[in-house]
């Protein structure tokens, strides 16, 4: 049989652009699995960093306990700070323990994540407090959009289709048979040798339901491409949004200050203390100022202790909605930069398909 229309060298580039697709489809799962990877390591990063926030939380709560019932042993507190104190411990106490829970379900997914579901939970190292994460929105959407696996999925489902509708308009071309073979007659003892030739004449078959369906996977295929930049584009959109709502919390939580310099800024009085106070403009160093201004007074016999118990809530709030901050920030940044895509143990949508000849 001699292949005629170019059909031989067609069905190949089907498959090739096929293998194009398939190949781009790897390359997006790939991204899908990197990317969890570093997500999960963030989030366990937040995970061991509260958990270490919520033990400190423990340990101060039972200090206050303890301070409050010496008070109200030796005649200077009432029982009401004390069970105050209490309640504080039993709350903190909570949260100490949701955090070791979430620490370990954390690690437990990333175990899933890198295929070893049997590891048990260490400690990670890295830092959340990173230099800070800049992202111009329209280069970073220019990239997403113009180099995403997901775009060259689809952009390879176009030239995949445009291959096949040219496949299913050759396919009517008829292909030439050729035959030739010896034969002998043992009548008259002779050898005769005979060659055909046929063509086949698709009058009535002209294959138009397939190049029909061909066409229509064709602009399907376009319309794909449209779609999947706008769902980029708006998926972009919520990532960016949440990138920059996370910049600007962690730039207005600031860092906490060491131990020392919040005792320094204590030994300070008047209008030196109130200079040094003005260059903390930030939230953290300001709770712990308060906090210690608030437990020194409160040990002086100056404040109740229920003003120290809302400075401690107050620095509690503010650590861990700053570790939130770093965690959304590093993990938003991991997003953007790995083409929004993620879910890395998740289907990675259908194959490649079709059976073209």
Do not use: C
């Amino acid at each position: 049989e001699i292949v005629r229309g170019g059909k031989l060298l067609l069905s190949q580039a089907v498959a090739s652009y096929a293998r194009d697709q398939a190949e781009a489809q790897a390359a997006a799962q790939v991204w899908r699995l990197r990317n969890a990877v570093r997500l999960l390591y963030f989030e366990i990063l937040a995970a061991q960093e509260t958990k270490k926030l919520s033990d400190e939380l423990v340990a101060l709560a039972e200090q206050g306990v303890s301070i409050a019932q010496q008070r109200e042993k030796a005649g200077e507190g009432t029982l009401t700070e004390t069970l105050q104190a209490q309640i504080e411990l039993d709350q903190v106490q909570i949260l100490a323990a949701s955090s070791k829970n979430n620490l370990r379900a954390s690690w437990k997914r990333l175990a899933a994540v890198v295929g070893h579901p049997e590891m048990e939970p260490e400690t990670l190292r890295g830092n959340l407090d990173a230099a800070r994460e800049e992202r111009d929105e329209a280069q970073t959407l220019a990239r997403v959009s113009g180099q995403s696996p997901e775009v060259q999925v689809a952009e390879a489902g176009i030239r995949r289709a445009d291959a096949a509708v040219a496949r299913a308009r050759a396919e009517p071309i008829p292909n030439v048979t050729v035959e030739a073979g010896p034969q002998y007659d043992f009548a008259s003892n002779t050898t005769i040798a005979s060659i055909g030739v046929s063509l086949p004449l698709p009058i009535w078959n002209r294959n138009e339901g397939n190049i029909f369906a061909a066409e229509a996977e064709l602009r399907r295929s376009q319309r794909e491409v449209d779609r999947v930049k706008l769902s980029l584009a708006e998926r972009f959109a919520a990532a960016y949004a949440r990138f920059r709502n996370a910049q600007q919390q962690v730039d207005r939580y600031g860092r906490r200050l060491p131990d020392d310099e919040v005792k320094r800024i204590l030994s300070l009085v008047g209008e030196e203390r109130q200079k040094e106070l003005e260059k903390y403009a930030q939230i953290l160093p300001r709770a712990q100022i308060a906090l210690a201004l608030a437990t020194e007074g409160w040990r002086r016999g100056e404040f109740g202790y229920l003003q120290v118990l809302t400075a401690q809530r107050t620095l509690a709030q503010a650590s861990l909605g700053s570790v939130r901050a770093q965690a959304e920030l590093r993990q938003n940044a991991v997003a953007l930069d790995g083409y929004l895509l993620a879910d890395g143990l998740g289907d990675s949508g259908a194959g490649v398909s079709g059976s073209d000849q």
